[in-house]
C-alpha cells in the first residue's frame, strides 16, 4: 500500500488543485468530492488547495467568459484541452479572488503546462494570463 503524505508547498497544493478541477471539468465531479479523492480520502484537507479549488469551480462561468475573451477571434474556450482551461481558471482565482501575486502565479501556471500538456500550452497560458 502507498502511503500518503500531505505536500506542504504551494507548488504541490497546486498539483493538487489542478488535479481536482480536472476531474470537475472531465467528469462532472462534485469538487469536494475530488478534492477528497485526491487527498486520498484523507480529513486533512490544507485551506490553500481548498480555496482554490472551490474558489475555481464557483466562479467557472465568470472565468470561463473572460478567458474566451482574451482568445482570438476564430478560437472558442471549448477548443482549449480541459487540462489547459483547468490551469486558465485556476490562475483566475489566484490572481483576481485570492490576490497572489501575476508573477508568481503566471510561473506557476507555465510550470503546470509545461508538466501536463503539449509544447504550445505554456505559451498560450503566460499570455492570456498576462492580460488579466
Not at 500500500?1 to 505536500?7: D, L, N, S
Not at 504541490?12 to 488535479?19: D, G, S
Not at 482549449?80 to 510561473?107: F, H, R, W, Y
Given at each position: 500500500?502507498?502511503?500518503?503524505?500531505?505536500?506542504?508547498?504551494?507548488?504541490?497544493?497546486?498539483?493538487?488543485?489542478?488535479?481536482?478541477?480536472?476531474?470537475?471539468?472531465?467528469?462532472?465531479k462534485d469538487i469536494r468530492k475530488a478534492i477528497y479523492d485526491v487527498m486520498n480520502q484523507s480529513n486533512?484537507?490544507?485551506?490553500?488547495?481548498?480555496?482554490?479549488?472551490?474558489?475555481?469551480?464557483?466562479?467557472?462561468?465568470?472565468?470561463?467568459?473572460?478567458?474566451?475573451?482574451?482568445?482570438?477571434?476564430?478560437?472558442?474556450?471549448?477548443?482549449?484541452?480541459?487540462?489547459?482551461?483547468?490551469?486558465?481558471?485556476?490562475?483566475?482565482?489566484?490572481?483576481?479572488?485570492?490576490?497572489?501575486?501575476?508573477?508568481?502565479?503566471?510561473?506557476?501556471?507555465?510550470?503546470?503546462?509545461?508538466?501536463?500538456?503539449?509544447?504550445?500550452?505554456?505559451?498560450l497560458i503566460n499570455g492570456i494570463l498576462d492580460t488579466l
Open positions: 500500500m502507498i502511503e500518503y503524505k500531505i505536500p506542504f508547498n504551494r507548488h504541490e497544493m497546486r498539483k493538487l488543485a489542478l488535479e481536482a478541477i480536472y476531474q470537475h471539468l472531465l467528469l462532472d486533512e484537507i490544507d485551506g490553500y488547495l481548498y480555496s482554490i479549488s472551490v474558489g475555481t469551480v464557483e466562479n467557472e462561468d465568470y472565468f470561463k467568459d473572460l478567458l474566451s475573451g482574451k482568445l482570438r477571434k476564430d478560437w472558442s474556450f471549448d477548443r482549449i484541452s480541459l487540462l489547459e482551461q483547468a490551469i486558465l481558471m485556476m490562475g483566475c482565482q489566484e490572481i483576481l479572488v485570492n490576490e497572489t501575486p501575476k508573477a508568481v502565479v503566471i510561473d506557476e501556471a507555465v510550470n503546470l503546462a509545461k508538466e501536463y500538456c503539449d509544447d504550445n500550452a505554456p505559451k
